[in-house]
C-alpha cells in the first residue's frame, strides 16, 4: 500500500505549475491578480485484460486539465479569489493498466508544459470579465 501511495505522490509532484500576474483595469482602479495553475490527470482503464492465449484491450485513456487559482487584489484592498478548471489541455490513451502506465503519461504531460503556459493565458483572458464583474459587485457593497 506504502510503494502505491509513493508512486501517486511521485506523479503528482511531477506536474509542474504555473503561475502568472496581470494588472486589469477597472473604473475604481487598477486590480492586480496572481493566478496559480496546476495539471491535473484523470486517468480511466478501458476494456480488459485477455485471457491466456488471448490479446488484451485494456488501455488507459488519460485527460490533462489545468486547474486554475487566482487571488486578485483591488487599490482599495478588496480583494477577490476564484477557482476553476479549464477544458482538457491535453489527451491520450496507453496499451495496458493505468497504474503502470502513469510515470509515463506523467512525463508526456510534462513535456507540454509550454502548451500548459499557454492554457494559462487564455484562462486568465477568459476570467478578465468575470474578475470584473466580482469587483463591480464589492465596489458597489463598499459604497
Not at 511521485?10 to 486589469?24: D, G, L, Q, Y
Not at 491578480?33 to 486517468?43: E, F, K, T
Not at 487584489?73 to 476553476?84: K, P, V
Request: with cysteine; net charge positive.
Amino acid at each position: 500500500m506504502f510503494s502505491i501511495f509513493a508512486l501517486s505522490l511521485a506523479v503528482a509532484t511531477a506536474t509542474p505549475a504555473h503561475a502568472a500576474t496581470r494588472t486589469v483595469d477597472h473604473a475604481a482602479g487598477p486590480v492586480t491578480a496572481d493566478y496559480r495553475g496546476h495539471v491535473h490527470v484523470r486517468h480511466k482503464e478501458v476494456g480488459m485484460a485477455g485471457p491466456g492465449g488471448r490479446p488484451s484491450t485494456l488501455r488507459c485513456a488519460w485527460t490533462a486539465s489545468l486547474a486554475v487559482e487566482r487571488q486578485a487584489q483591488h487599490g482599495s484592498g478588496l480583494m477577490a479569489s476564484r477557482s476553476f478548471s479549464t477544458e482538457p489541455v491535453a489527451s491520450g490513451s496507453r496499451a495496458g493498466s493505468c497504474q503502470t502506465g502513469k510515470r509515463a503519461i506523467a512525463k508526456e504531460v510534462a513535456a507540454l508544459a509550454e502548451r500548459h503556459e499557454q492554457h494559462l493565458a487564455a484562462a486568465m483572458e477568459a476570467d478578465r470579465p468575470i474578475l470584473l464583474a466580482e469587483i463591480d459587485r464589492m465596489t458597489a457593497l463598499t459604497n
